[in-house]
């Protein structure tokens, strides 16, 4: 099995569009992740929370995976501690994907006994700003 990474994506509004999901899906489709569970959280300018699963969702219902293969791993608690990091009036879409695109590479780090001892997400400002960097030391 490859990394399996859990995602909050948040949005501005009390929807989210079926836009959102088409890069995901592609890559659901090209064989570089494998979904393995969604939901989306809602909270209302009031603060109020409420959550659903994709499947419920007939405008979002193209992310999941068409073979039926998700599994319900997401609960109230992960809605919750989302809702936390969401502003009133606005949503978030919570995936758990596997990365199968590294799932050569995990494997043979397991068989010759080692593991991933540390995983950073580098900000997208930080990525620029390294871009910059190097373009001016050029």
Do not use: C, Y
């Amino acid at each position: 099995m490859g990394p399996v990474e859990f995602l909050v994506l948040a949005f501005p509004g009390e929807t989210i569009g079926a836009d959102v999901i088409a890069p995901l899906t592609a890559l659901r489709d090209s064989g570089g992740v494998r979904v393995i569970d969604t939901m989306v959280v809602t909270k209302a300018a009031d603060g109020t929370v409420a959550s659903a699963e994709l499947v419920d969702l007939e405008h979002l219902r193209g992310l999941v995976d068409p073979a039926g293969n998700e599994v319900n791993l997401m609960g109230e608690e992960d809605a919750a501690e989302a809702a936390e990091l969401l502003q009133p009036g606005s949503s978030a879409l919570l995936v758990l994907v596997e990365h199968l695109w590294a799932t050569a590479a995990a494997e043979a780090f397991r068989r010759a006994g080692g593991h991933v001892a540390a995983s950073v997400r580098i900000p997208p400002e930080f990525v620029s700003e390294a871009h910059r960097a190097l373009a001016t030391a050029q």
